[in-house]
């Protein structure tokens, strides 16, 4: 029984392994045929952007002058290959440009392809490039912020600008490094802003016509803080009384500590100001009080100070009845004074005039008796 078992098994398993060879050599037999099987037969795909792998020695030299990308044209009669050739993550090939046998200076190079799959042809675009080869130095530079008066809106200027960090290490070729005028970090011109901001910035390294050259920088970006300056005006302050008076007190004496603040902006928001009521709460005050309060300003806007104090004294109502005495009282006697001073003109005009008849009449008696 046990004999039968085992001879049954090692049928079954070679009947099992004469199926894969029969599917192995009909799979690699497809390959083969579509390897054959090209040009108007064929599928054919384009790969856009695919890098140039240069082969030199990094550690001695720099490369510069070149498009860091191709175009690769790939045909086969394998759609699954060529699909696979295609796509970035599963392609096998790379396109290579051999620059291990040449000197410094600049070179026309041609470019190759490089593990390309049998079964799939290629051609570049464009099939060589001009390289320069230079010796690899590094040095430092001070980075050199650059912030355009276009990154502020109107009305607003620049403040002050920093950059973080400081300095950068270049590395580029030895005749390339002599002609680097200055390293700089520009702020996105587009950009507009009404209030301080940071921005992480670019490096580069520009020549005397201001032209960037070829670098490679450590690190490759930079922190700039920009200060903005918002438009200011100064405006006035005045207290107003608000809440409900206490109980037997006619109102309230309010006394700003300054009655001046300095306001900032967008210009169109400070052409509509000229000054600014401070809200003062008298609810609850019966005696002298002293209180800090915040001035109320537009959102978008900023002010200093930011608070002022104000001296809450109160008057009660005796105390207004008297004070409103007083003044009734000032009043009436100004009054008899003035009443006193007309009369006293009144006599002094009626003298005069009195003075004047008597000198006319002394006149007339004069004149007739010439006569």
Do not use: W
């Amino acid at each position: 029984m046990d004999t039968k078992m085992k001879k049954s098994n090692v049928f079954y398993a070679v009947l099992a392994l004469l199926f894969s060879l029969l599917l192995f050599f009909n799979v690699n037999g497809k390959n083969l045929s579509s390897t054959s099987t090209t040009g108007s037969e064929g599928y054919s795909e384009t790969a856009t952007n695919v890098a140039i792998k240069p082969i030199y020695d990094s550690e001695k030299y720099y490369i510069h002058g070149f498009e860091n990308n191709v175009t690769v044209k790939l045909s086969s009669a394998n759609k699954i290959q060529l699909n696979a050739e295609l796509n970035e993550d599963t392609r096998s090939f790379s396109v290579v440009a051999d620059l291990s046998d040449l000197k410094e200076g600049t070179h026309e190079v041609r470019l190759r392809m490089q593990n390309l799959s049998s079964a799939v042809s290629a051609s570049i675009d464009p099939g060589t490039i001009t390289v320069t080869i230079e010796k690899k130095v590094t040095k430092t530079f001070e980075v050199d912020p650059v912030v355009s008066s276009s990154n502020t809106g109107e009305g607003f200027t620049l403040g002050d600008v920093t950059v973080s960090p400081k300095e950068v290490q270049i590395t580029t070729g030895d005749q390339t490094l002599k002609e680097i005028k200055r390293v700089v970090a520009t702020v996105d011109p587009s950009k507009v802003a009404k209030s301080d901001f940071s921005e992480k910035a670019a490096i580069q390294a520009l020549n005397s016509a201001g032209e960037p050259l070829s670098i490679q920088s450590t690190p490759d970006k930079v922190t700039i803080d920009v200060e903005v300056v918002a438009p200011q005006k100064v405006v006035s302050l005045y207290p107003q009384q608000t809440g409900n008076l206490e109980k037997g007190i006619a109102y309230y004496n309010l006394t700003l500590n300054q009655t001046l603040a300095t306001i900032s902006g967008a210009q169109e928001k400070l052409d509509g100001l000229s000054s600014i009521e401070i809200p003062v709460d008298v609810s609850g005050v019966s005696k002298a009080t002293k209180k800090t309060i915040d001035i109320p300003i537009d959102s978008g806007l900023s002010i200093s100070p930011k608070s002022v104090e104000v001296d809450i004294v109160p008057v009660y109502e005796n105390e207004s009845s008297t004070l409103d005495t007083t003044e009734t009282k000032v009043t009436s006697e100004t009054s008899t004074e003035s009443e006193e001073e007309k009369q006293t003109t009144t006599s002094s005009k009626n003298t005069e005039n009195t003075e004047k008849t008597d000198e006319t009449e002394d006149k007339v008696e004069k004149t007739d008796g010439t006569n």
